[in-house]
């Protein structure tokens, strides 16, 4: 049976698991029995679960940050892992802090612990838990909560990934995570336990050397990752909504696949990318198009030159290689704004999504085996998910003032987002020079069946995806809808609900080709890594093409052209400069291997101007 785009969007409005909010609490306060209200609010489900009755009201919270809840603010960024602030109460017994994104699931219970866990999971998680909790470990122990990470009782699993309950301050040695994980291994198969052992007994001493442990430990999860087999499949579009203009640009599209050789194909599926333009019609669909131009030749420079490698690149290797990529994308646009005069508001610029699935060649005495990382590149507000059918994983944190403010420890969540200007950039690319810019790049490893769905705002706002994301995954996973279709019924339930912004979907579908998948059509089983590609729906403003191909066009307010220097085309400047980077990337790539590129952690700059797109 065909289903179109749009019966689909209407006939899955309906919210399957409507948001209930669960907290957290924590303090002198907590412990309030089980069936009763608290402040005529809270209903307590469980020692320490409270549920928010008339959530999404604003909770409260002191007019000053609390000591307490200062560590969750700061650690606002990584809440992939770590909860954050809610809010608070004051109650008889002391105050009481809230904590959101807690370990919790859907029918408010706390998720089991890594010890709970441990034995019933593969050899693969077992070892990607260890990985997650020695790089939680730096971030942790610079805040002085690294306790946090060997405490049983804190640690929690949602799946894949590792999660806390609450931050506990103090930095012990890193031995004392070592023994925590070593007090496991009874329950783990010989050959993970073997393996981790060595990693664990360089925890001892006053100075481990952390960067021998990581790298060590990598290799571990790599050979646990060699059984797993991974197909992909891509498709993507984007919407002007309600708005005369589409600024929002993604890959793949229609127009790029008919460029690409024969020789390209192959690493078509492995690539996506969303970028969402600021900085009016005339410059923002320029910038989003220029850099997923961009990205996805370089992307397929680094896919090319990783495929000639003999061992497989560290992570740090090749996060240092996508940020090359990405500032390289963000002086394209830089040095257009410069050519056109452009200065604060009138500079272009945009958002930046991106995925890119690697295969690692890892020696083995039979040959080599393929191991395929995900790694995931964010600048802005567009964001990463990781669907399955269980769940719905948000893997970016938005670079806006909101977060700004609670990463400084100037705010709550609530009061920070309630600012006018909650929603505005503190970074996009080519807004500034490169120097300036802070991409967020992370890798990580699948084991699941599922769908990365990346988007721009105009479906992200308003919670879309986090309540709709149930109705969509079982008919994507088991092939019931076409991936395309299920993009575009993304972009129509965006118009339908959200519609006061233009939308970019673009869906990779990551099949671990020993799962059961039902195949309605016979000829084009889900296991074959093929391209499904939707054309760009709008074509470009006139005074686009103008800034793009350099035609001519009378200049506008937000153009300065000067009749001493004439205007460069941006055309020229794009295909001169990707011409340098297919020639070069090979080499520059292959010597970035042996370079220790391991990226700093550099906090954003609570001084930074906002970014702010022109009126209209």
């Known amino acids: 049976m065909f289903i179109s785009a749009k019966s689909l969007a209407d006939m899955t409005q309906m919210d399957v698991y409507p948001f209930k909010k669960y907290v957290l609490a924590l303090g002198p306060g907590r412990d309030v029995p089980p069936g009763q209200s608290v402040n005529e609010r809270y209903w307590v489900l469980s020692p320490g679960i409270w549920h928010d009755t008339q ?127 070593a007090a496991l291994l009874s329950k783990s198969v ?43 499949q891509v498709a993507g579009s984007t919407s002007s909504g309600q708005l005369p203009h589409n600024e929002d640009a993604c890959y793949p599209s229609k127009v790029e696949l008919e460029r690409s050789s024969p020789a390209d194909l192959p690493s078509l599926p492995r690539i996506a990318v969303v970028c969402d333009g600021v900085g009016g019609h005339a410059g923002g669909e320029i910038a989003s198009q220029t850099v997923v131009r961009s990205l996805q030749l370089q992307f397929r420079g680094l896919l090319t030159e990783i495929a000639e490698q003999e061992e497989p690149l560290p992570p740090y290797v090749v996060m240092g290689q996508i940020e090359a990529a990405i500032r390289v994308a963000n ?18 610029g945009t958002t930046l999504v991106a995925a890119l699935m690697i295969p690692q060649r890892i020696p083995t005495p039979q040959g080599y085996e393929e191991v395929n990382e995900l790694y995931i590149a964010h600048v802005g507000d567009s964001r990463a998910y990781w669907i399955t059918p269980e769940a719905c994983h948000l893997l970016t944190v938005d670079d806006d003032v909101a977060g ?173 400069i990707l011409l340098l980077i297919a020639v070069s990337v090979a080499g520059v790539a292959g010597v970035l291997v042996w370079q220790n590129l391991r990226p700093a952690a550099i906090p954003d700059d609570p001084q930074q101007e906002p970014i702010t797109a022109p009126d209209s």
């Open 404 to 576: 700004r403010e609670i990463t400084s420890g100037k705010s709550y969540p609530a009061a920070a987002y309630a600012h006018t200007d909650a929603g505005a950039l503190t970074q996009a690319l080519g807004t500034r020079e490169a120097d300036s810019l802070k991409p967020h790049v992370e890798r990580f490893i699948l084991d699941e069946t599922g769908v990365l769905l990346l988007c721009s705002d105009g479906l992200s706002d308003n919670h879309r995806v986090e309540t709709s994301w149930a109705n969509y995954i079982g008919l994507i996973v088991k092939n019931i809808v076409p991936l395309p279709t299920a993009v575009e019924s993304w972009v129509e339930l965006a118009n339908q609900k959200n519609g006061h912004d233009n939308v970019a979907v673009v869906l990779m579908s990551c099949t671990m080709t020993g799962d059961t998948v039902i195949i309605d059509d016979p000829i084009t089983p889900p296991s074959i890594t093929t391209q499904q590609d939707i054309s760009y729906p709008t074509e470009l403003t006139a005074a686009s093409k103008a800034l793009l191909y350099g035609e001519s066009e009378e200049p506008t307010e937000m153009e300065t052209p000067t009749e001493e220097k004439p205007r460069r085309s941006l055309q020229a400047l794009v295909l001169s």
């Open 55 to 181: 959530a999404p009201e604003p909770p409260d919270h002191p007019e000053t940050v609390s000591a307490a809840a200062l560590p969750y603010l700061r650690a606002y960024p990584h809440q992939l892992h770590l909860p954050t602030v809610y809010g608070e109460c004051k109650l008889i017994d002391g105050p009481v802090l809230l904590l959101d994104n807690a370990p919790i699931d859907r029918h408010g219970r706390l998720m089991p612990t890594l010890g709970t866990a441990w034995a019933g999971t593969t050899p693969f998680r077992q070892v990607y838990w260890c990985w997650q909790l020695f790089n939680l470990w730096p971030h942790l122990f610079g805040m002085n909560m690294a306790a946090s990470l060997t405490a049983p009782e804190a640690i929690h699993v949602d799946g894949w990934r590792i999660r806390l309950s609450n931050l506990i301050p103090g930095q012990p040695p890193l031995q004392n995570l070592a023994n925590l994980i």
């Open 190 to 232: 010989p050959a993970v336990a073997n393996n981790l052992r060595p990693v664990l007994e360089q925890c001892d001493g006053s100075q481990p050397n952390f960067d021998r442990i990581l790298e060590q430990l990598n290799r571990v999860l790599l050979s646990q990752a060699m059984d797993m087999s991974l197909a992909t």
């Open 331 to 348: 002086n394209l646009v830089a040095s257009q704004n410069d050519s056109q005069g452009r200065t604060e508001r009138q500079r272009m």
